[in-house]
């Protein structure tokens, strides 16, 4: 079971990528490279990867640590969509197409493979590693929405800056994060 919900993580995730260099059946480089900036693209596709792997070396324990590190970062994604965008920018947009494979499906199959047919059990420093992609990219967030000059600055479409509260808005994504990371941790620990 944890071998076809890994190679559907990774097929799905290949679509949907190859899908955002295409518009109107041509293919649109600019296009598809514009949606790396986005951490919902960037956690699926690095838990599409380390889903891949553990189809090939399931029993390598850094595969499965990336598979982790990965499951996290997608449950990240989730439940920010689920619990802070769908509420103020509404869930009619967030969970069709595409968006719905890499805001929900995706999450709930990782998790389902991860927490179900993966468990080998997880120490507190190794949970902690999935905090890694929420710090990292919070600080490339922070950089291209508030300290870049203007004129360079990314679009805040993650709305964390609104206000000019972005503080408040990194700390709740670390702090959301780190529970993430206990509850995956609790859950292999059963």
């Known amino acids: 079971m944890a ?3 890994n ?5 799905i995730t290949a679509v949907v990528i190859v899908r955002c260099f295409k518009v109107d059946g041509r293919w649109a480089w600019e296009n598809g490279i514009v949606v790396f900036k986005y951490f919902t693209v960037l956690s699926n596709v ?3 990867l380390a889903a891949l792997l553990m189809c ?3 029993e390598l324990r850094w595969a499965w640590l990336l598979k982790y590190v990965g ?3 997608v449950t990240v994604t989730m439940l920010t969509v689920l619990l802070f965008l769908g509420p103020s920018l509404g869930y009619q947009d967030l969970l069709k197409g595409p968006d719905f494979c890499m ?4 999450p709930l199959l990782a998790l389902v493979s991860f927490c179900g047919f993966e468990r080998r059990g997880l120490s507190f420093g190794a949970a902690m590693l999935g905090l890694i992609p929420v710090v990292l990219y919070g600080l490339v967030y922070l950089n291209k929405v508030v300290l870049v000059p203007e004129e ?3 679009e805040d479409f993650y709305v964390f800056n609104k ?3 972005w503080q408040i808005a990194f700390t709740a994504m670390v702090v959301a994060g780190f529970l993430i990371c206990l509850g995956l941790m609790a859950l292999q620990n059963l």
């Open 56 to 58: 090939f070396v399931p």
């Open 71 to 73: 499951t996290a970062a």
């Open 152 to 154: 360079k600055r990314w």
């Open 46 to 48: 690095l838990c599409a």
């Open 7 to 11: 190679a559907a993580i990774f097929l």
């Open 3 to 5: 071998l076809f919900l």
């Open 163 to 165: 206000n000019g509260k």
């Open 103 to 106: 805001h929900l499906l995706n």
